[in-house]
T-cell receptor, first 112, second 110 residues
């Protein structure tokens, strides 16, 4: 069990550029979540996958955001045409049904 | 949506002291978890506790789902306990997302 892995750890991009983050969940976990956290706040839910199916999306997830989980393994989160307000820590987490949620170390995005 | 309130918002302890953190939620839940976010930002799951009481070393947690609250007890605090403690709940019904509370910022001084 190597834990939830996220890449990259840090990303600095200019406004208007596209960015993509990757998450590798704990291997046997079929549930995968993306959260966003800004300074001084708790994590906010973005989206949830069960296996390869994206079952729930937050209204926070604008049309510029898209997430995929091909084959129910790793997941990617893409942000198109980044804005300064997108600057945050993006957290991935995974779990089994009715079991503890395990978070990765996150990707810190800075949009300049 | 469901509201998750934590108290106190901030807490300063001397090493060795005990503390109780509280989490109140506004609707019925089928899942409640406690997390510790260390000063480096890493979120660690402490307890999966939709109801009842669990203990893990110096930490224990109790959830009374019918009264819509959960408590996290920290005994004999250590400086490594510093950080932010979050509770998170999953509302009953057709949803699978954990909603996080406002957090309690704990500083343990040597």
């Amino acid at each position: 069990d190597t834990g939830v892995s996220q890449d990259p750890r840090h990303k600095i991009t200019k406004r208007g550029q596209n960015v993509t983050f990757r998450c590798d969940p704990i291997s046997e976990h079929n549930r995968l979540y993306w959260y966003r956290q800004t300074l001084g706040q708790g994590p906010e839910f973005l989206t949830y996958f069960q296996n390869e199916a994206q079952l729930e999306k937050s209204r926070l997830l604008s049309d510029r955001f898209s997430a995929e989980r091909p084959k129910g393994s790793f997941s990617t989160l893409e942000i198109q045409r980044t804005e300064q307000g997108d600057s945050a820590m993006y957290l991935c987490a995974s779990s089994l049904y009715n079991s503890p949620l395990h978070f990765g170390n996150g990707t810190r995005l800075t949009v300049t | 949506g469901i509201q998750v309130e934590q108290s106190p918002p901030d807490l300063i302890l001397q090493e060795g002291a005990n503390s109780t953190l509280r989490c109140n939620f506004s609707d019925s839940v089928n899942n409640l978890q406690w997390f510790h976010q260390n000063p480096w930002g890493q979120l660690i799951n402490l307890f999966y506790i939709p109801s009842g009481t669990k203990q893990n070393g110096r930490l224990s947690a109790t959830t009374v789902a019918t009264e819509r609250y959960s408590l996290l007890y920290i005994s004999s605090s250590q400086t490594t306990d510093s950080g932010v403690y979050f509770c998170a709940v999953e509302r009953g019904g057709a949803t699978n997302k954990l909603i996080f509370g406002t957090g309690t910022l704990l500083a343990v001084q040597p």
